[in-house]
């Protein structure tokens, strides 16, 4: 069996520009893709831009489907005073299901606004055993063609507490299921 091509994709700009296969998810001062923190930091006490990422599935290989979308911190200890506002599309677009907020908002540019603890979750930091990234509205849909999954956005804070300096790294998994 081959298996499918897939990436993280990251789009930036007002206009949205759209940047397949990026190499990081790196935060920093500037609305950009694989960004070298070291030359875009954030200052302490505020916010990173934020990332409006999705999978994008290029090639299904032999796969017949791509299902169960999912990304959490899997390594890497946070600061004091860090930690990042996430939001994934739930399976209906009003309600939460206690886990992952509903109310992900389309594409908009990507700025260092605190993402707002109403529409934002913690992030996982454990395999949350399954999907937390939509497809077309619903995490329990399946993509069947080479396509995208629904945005998922994330937002790096920091608070007059966290050191100055470069922060820990953090490693984030994402993970799909193919059959």
């Known amino acids: 069996m081959a298996a499918a091509t897939v990436y993280?994709?990251?789009s930036n700009g007002a206009g949205e520009v759209v940047t397949d296969n990026i190499s990081n998810i790196?935060?920093?001062?500037?609305?950009?893709p694989n960004i070298v923190a070291a030359n875009h930091?954030?200052?302490?006490?505020e916010y990173s831009y934020s990332k409006f990422l999705r999978f994008k599935v290029a090639s299904l290989g032999t796969s017949t489907t791509i299902k169960d979308l999912r990304?959490?911190?899997?390594a890497g200890v946070l600061v004091s005073g860090e930690s990042f506002g996430f939001n994934?599309?739930?399976p209906a677009p009003t309600i939460s299901?206690?886990?992952y907020t509903a109310n992900l908002p389309a594409y908009a540019a990507p700025d260092q606004l605190f993402y707002d603890p109403l529409n934002a979750v913690a992030f996982p930091?454990?395999?949350p055993g399954g999907s937390t990234i939509g497809i077309?509205?619903?995490r329990a849909n399946t993509l069947v063609a080479p396509g995208y999954g629904d945005y998922f956005k994330i937002q790096l804070h920091t608070d007059p507490s966290t050191p100055v300096g470069p922060v820990n790294t953090k490693t984030f998994t994402l993970q799909y299921d193919e059959t």
């Open 88 to 90: 994934a599309k739930a």
């Open 136 to 138: 077309a509205g619903n």
């Open 71 to 74: 990304m959490w911190k899997s």
């Open 97 to 99: 299901d206690g886990q």
């Open 41 to 45: 930091p954030i200052i302490q006490g």
């Open 125 to 127: 930091v454990a395999d």
């Open 26 to 32: 790196n935060f920093g001062s500037v609305d950009q």
């Open 8 to 10: 993280i994709s990251e």
